[in-house]
């Protein structure tokens, strides 16, 4: 198992260009199945999750090959429905692969799907929309087996009881080839639904609305492939923005998404960071100790506060000056990166979903270990400013979602080493 060395105390300075998202090229590349002709998909981050949804596509029939940040999709040959169960459990996203099944073939054999144990994550929402677009779905000895008796889905009126991330593109993937118009009320409003969205109009879809409550879908019958660039990853901005808030210094990120980072950048502003944005790039400079951030930060769907962030900005406002409050809306356990973080010296107190960060002056070393890919990176974050040795295990999770992120923090000049 590797693990990183982390000697903190660094402070941190440099230029560095932003990977590609990761949630938005998962369901892409999903959503690739769906196309006659060749996908290129560029700026793909080179990831273990990436490689995953690489090796679902091939055992579905399609052609995909990845390299230098391009993944080249083929999906002529698509005809095999069935995912295996170790390839489901590698990602959370291997459940995207069943609306675009559905929408390319017609019939999907998959089971429950893995990624970070963030407490229950439930597939109902996927299910109950996917039954509404006329899928028959049956339990098969553990597995789920889903089949459109028509030729077609059909159009649907779908109402979603929370704007989850994952059903919302599940449904968009099994609706652009439906018959009729489907309209998908309390939609969620995430960037990468919009990155979604972008690919498949590219392709020849009708789809409107997406960023907005309401996303409207009219089927047709055909997706062309195309070359199409991934958005930038705004949480891998935001753990780079945090780290040098963390550790003090400056940095300037090239090729962000500042309008989609806002809602971070916002809350982090009033940390005392000097913090400068301009069409593509994010300059940020931390000289004094940070300051706590006085409004409780609560997460949020989009546009709100991202969950994504909070325990990466909570790893930075652990040594601010003051107390600050977070609570967490999306997820019941998402706060499992406290134990390591208050083994590292920090004081946090955690009652149910509120977590009451009380700064203080410095953390030290400690052997810690990754349980889940944020909490990984926020663990990675306070080792950078906190003085001595950090043994951080479990790195398996942040190679999931950071592409070369040793690399990325020796660029800035952390003391970071993978054994
Ligand atoms: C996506 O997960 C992201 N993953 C997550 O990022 C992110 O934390 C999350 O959206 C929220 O922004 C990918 O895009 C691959 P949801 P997803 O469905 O789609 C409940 C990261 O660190 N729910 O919006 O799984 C669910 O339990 C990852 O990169 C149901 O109850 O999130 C949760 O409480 C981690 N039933 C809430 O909704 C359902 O059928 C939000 O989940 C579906 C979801």
Redesign the pocket.
């Not at 929370?162 to 593109?169: K, L, Q, R």
């Given at each position: 198992m590797q693990k990183f060395t982390i000697i903190g105390g660094n402070r941190l300075s440099g230029e560095m260009f932003l990977q590609g998202s990761?949630?938005s090229a998962?369901?892409i590349m999903a959503a690739a199945m769906l196309t006659d002709g060749q996908c290129v998909l560029k700026n793909c981050p080179a990831l273990t999750?990436v490689y995953s949804a690489s090796r679902i596509l091939n055992c579905l029939g399609c052609k995909c090959h990845f390299s230098s940040n391009c993944a080249v999709i083929d999906a002529s040959g698509a005809d095999r429905g069935e995912i295996p169960e170790n390839l489901m459990r590698e990602?959370?996203?291997s459940i995207?692969f069943m609306g675009a099944i559905l929408g390319r073939i017609g019939e999907c054999i998959v089971s429950v799907p893995g990624?970070?144990e963030?407490?229950?994550?439930?597939?109902?929402?996927?299910?109950?929309a996917l039954s509404r677009m006329g899928a028959e779905i049956f339990d098969c000895g553990g597995r789920i087996r889903c089949r459109i008796p028509s030729e077609r889905a059909k159009g649907a009126r779908i109402s979603l009881s929370?704007?989850?991330?994952?059903?919302?593109?599940n449904i968009i993937l099994c609706a652009v080839k439906a018959e009729g118009e489907t309209i998908i009320h309390n939609a969620?409003r995430?960037p990468?639904i919009c990155d979604l969205c972008g690919f498949l109009r590219a392709c020849g879809a009708n789809i409107k609305g997406d960023g907005e409550s309401s996303i409207i879908i009219n089927g047709v019958t055909r997706l062309n492939g195309c070359e199409y660039t991934i958005m930038p990853d705004r949480?891998a901005g935001a753990t780079y923005l945090a780290m040098t808030a963390a550790a003090g210094g400056e940095i300037i990120l090239k090729n962000t998404c500042t309008a989609e980072m806002e809602p971070f950048i916002s809350v982090l502003e009033h940390t005392g960071c000097g913090i400068y944005t301009s069409d593509n790039k994010i300059y940020l400079r931390r000289g004094q100790r940070l300051k706590a951030v006085r409004d409780r930060i609560r997460t949020m769907?989009?546009p709100g506060f991202?969950?994504?962030a909070q325990a990466i900005l909570m790893a930075a406002l652990v040594t601010a000056d003051g107390t600050s409050v977070f609570e967490e809306n999306?997820?019941?356990c998402r706060y499992r990166h406290t134990d390591a973080l208050i083994k590292m010296g920090a004081d946090i107190q955690v009652m149910g979903k509120a977590a009451v960060v009380r700064g203080v002056p410095k953390l030290h070393g400690a052997d810690v270990e990754a349980t889940?890919?944020?909490g990984g990176a926020a663990m990675a974050v306070a080792a950078l400013a906190a003085d001595g040795v950090t043994h951080l295990g479990g790195i398996s999770h942040i190679d999931r979602?950071y592409e070369k992120f040793e690399e990325a923090v020796v660029s800035l000049g952390g003391n970071i080493r993978r054994e």
């Open positions: 990761k949630n998962l369901p999750d990602m959370r996203s995207m990624g970070c963030l407490g229950p994550r439930p597939i109902d929402m996927h299910l109950a929370f704007p989850s991330v994952g059903a919302t593109e969620a995430e990468e949480i769907p989009h991202p969950t994504d999306i997820f019941d889940d890919l944020r979602g």
